[in-house]
T-cell receptor, first 115, second 111 residues
């Protein structure tokens, strides 16, 4: 099993350009997440998808859109990139237990630089 | 806003010593988890402790949870150079989904 995969690994954009970050998981998890991590900080939740067909905003959704394409895939789109979106982006997936908690499995990340 | 705040921000120890990291949080939780992140990699889950548990062990890891003080600690015993990484606490409420990660403790273990 590959777990959670992300593409691309690195990307440089100019201000105003758009791009889509791809994420796929092969663990048959219902829930998927997009986070950003800035230097010296923890992860901040951008968007999440509790199950196929649903998406919800996290802590920092402005400037982003998401698509839960199917159970495996969850993409993150930057419509008009800004330097403030320079960050490392992580995708994660999980399955919420009957007890109400989940362990998240993370992809390797995408390093995005916006000039 | 970040729920969990780790302390210290950075920790440097010699191989073989124990490393203790603390996490404080603000609101009631269903569970608290610790994750590790090696440089340039994604986070890896280490251990989960539920709100009705006080202590949990996994190999060289020992986690405690004090819900009255809204705090948790992670102890790594007999540390190794390979333990060098950042460690994050993450708090969750019932229903999952909005797990909140702290800013992390950077641990450096010198060989």
């Amino acid at each position: 099993n590959a777990g959670v995969t992300q593409t691309p690994k690195f990307q440089v954009l100019k201000t105003g350009q758009s791009m889509t970050l791809q994420c796929a998981q092969d663990m048959n998890h219902n829930s998927m997440y997009w986070y950003r991590q800035d230097p010296g900080m923890g992860l901040r939740l951008i968007y999440y998808s509790a199950s196929e067909g649903t998406t919800d905003k996290g802590e920092v959704p402005n400037g982003y859109n998401v698509s839960r394409l199917n159970k495996r895939e969850f993409s993150l789109r930057l419509e008009s990139a800004a330097p403030s979106q320079t960050s490392v982006y992580f995708c994660a997936s999980s399955e919420v237990s009957s007890g109400g908690w989940d362990t998240q499995y993370f992809g390797p990340g995408t390093r995005l630089t916006v000039l | 806003s970040q729920q969990g705040e780790e302390d210290p921000q950075a920790l440097s120890i010699q191989e073989g010593e124990n490393a203790t990291m603390n996490c404080s949080y603000k609101t009631s939780i269903n569970n608290l988890q610790w994750y590790r992140q090696n440089s340039g990699r994604g986070l890896v889950h280490l251990i989960l402790i539920r709100s009705n548990e006080r202590e949990k062990h996994s190999g060289r890891l020992r986690v405690t949870l004090d819900t009255s003080k809204k705090s948790s600690s992670l102890l790594i015993t007999a540390s190794r150079a390979a333990d060098t990484a950042s460690y994050f606490c993450a708090t969750g409420n019932t229903g999952g989904f909005k797990t909140i990660f702290g800013a992390g403790t950077r641990l450096f273990v010198k060989a």
